[in-house]
């Protein structure tokens, strides 16, 4: 089964660019990514660049309409995602713990529907 792993955070409490807190955020990043692949888990992920390079889109009587940043305001922020396949929501979970932003942010798991 796949899982989408939305990992949010507030930009306040993440690590500074440049800090050793940083860094070792991204060698865990660098080691659960590495953990996955090797446990043949890994579909894919990303990190996402900050919400103000965001466009939203919606469609309003046949017209498009656009607006910078996201759909919501929100304390947290979408900040990268995972794709996991796992054969149960216990392992996801297992794994979502694992994700260094769990620490300080929220991992969101969301069940995929493949069609």
């Known amino acids: 089964m ?6 949010y955070s507030a930009p306040e409490n993440e690590p500074k660019y440049g800090t050793p ?4 955020m991204m060698a865990g990043y660098n080691a659960f990514t590495a953990m996955l692949k090797e446990t043949g888990a890994f ?3 990303d990190g996402l660049k900050p919400v103000t ?11 498009v309409e656009t607006m910078d ?12 995602y ?3 396949e796992v ?11 694992q994700i260094p932003t769990a620490g300080y942010g929220t991992v969101e798991l969301r069940p995929i529907m493949i069609w």
Do not use: C, N
């Open 2 to 7: 796949q899982y989408l792993a939305l990992i």
């Open 21 to 24: 807190e940083f860094g070792a």
């Open 43 to 45: 579909v894919s992920g």
């Open 53 to 63: 390079t965001a466009t939203s889109v919606r469609v309003k009587d046949g017209k």
């Open 69 to 80: 940043g996201p759909f919501a305001e929100t304390k947290e922020h979408l900040g990268g």
């Open 82 to 84: 995972y794709l996991m």
């Open 87 to 97: 054969p149960d929501l216990d392992t996801a979970i297992k794994y979502a713990a």
